[in-house]
């Protein structure tokens, strides 16, 4: 009876150390895997059309506002915010060549 107690208290332990075991391999999984998934799903969305549009129709907003403001300090925060913004965007998604040109002379390329 002792002899069995012992049996199952140590099927019980190793069964939580298998446990514990293959947690860690998932958590080590997880950390390798995870940021490409995330990259990936980042890749896909800003390829979107929807996205797309959205960042079109703001460089438009933009580019109205930057022709309305009077001041050089209002046209060079309209300027920062279109750098920091569209500073990765793929210039050929735009159609316009207004906005192509506002966006080159904004970023200085």
């Known amino acids: 009876m002792k002899k069995q107690i012992l049996i199952y208290g140590g099927v019980f332990v190793g069964f939580l150390a298998l446990i514990f075991i293959l947690e860690l391999f998932g958590l080590g999984m997880f950390k390798f895997f995870a940021p490409k998934k995330e990259n990936i799903r980042r890749e896909v969305f800003e390829n979107t059309k929807s996205y797309t549009h959205g960042l079109v129709q703001d460089l ?11 001041s050089q300090d209002d046209k060079n925060a309209i300027k920062g915010i279109v750098r920091v913004r569209f500073a990765e965007f793929d210039i050929d998604k735009l159609n316009s060549p207004q906005l192509k040109q506002f966006l080159i002379n904004m970023r200085g390329y």
């Open 60 to 70: 438009s907003k933009y580019w109205n506002e930057y022709r309305k403001a009077e």
